[in-house]
């Protein structure tokens, strides 16, 4: 299988910082980031992001949503 990771296979990337882990408090957690989406070798990945929106005390999860934009 030829996979590739959108986070480095992203032609845009939008994220400053690639942390998906976050002990839901803001700066509370290790920047870790353990949430991918993996493509096959036939999808071009235009861009990625790591939506990071928080109340400045909680995240809503503790895990970060990821989000790739694909063309075929």
Not at 3 to 23: E, H, L, M, V, W
Not at 30 to 36: F, N, P, Q
Not at 47 to 70: C, K, M, N, Q, T
């Amino acid at each position: 299988w030829n996979i590739r990771d959108t986070y480095t296979a992203a032609r845009q990337n939008k994220s400053s910082k690639p942390c998906t882990f976050t002990g839901f408090k803001v700066r509370g957690a290790e920047c870790v980031r353990i949430d991918y989406i993996f493509v096959s070798g036939t999808f071009k990945v235009h861009s990625f992001d790591i939506i990071g929106e928080h109340d400045g005390v909680h995240y809503p999860s503790d895990h970060l949503p990821v989000v790739a934009e694909l063309g075929w």
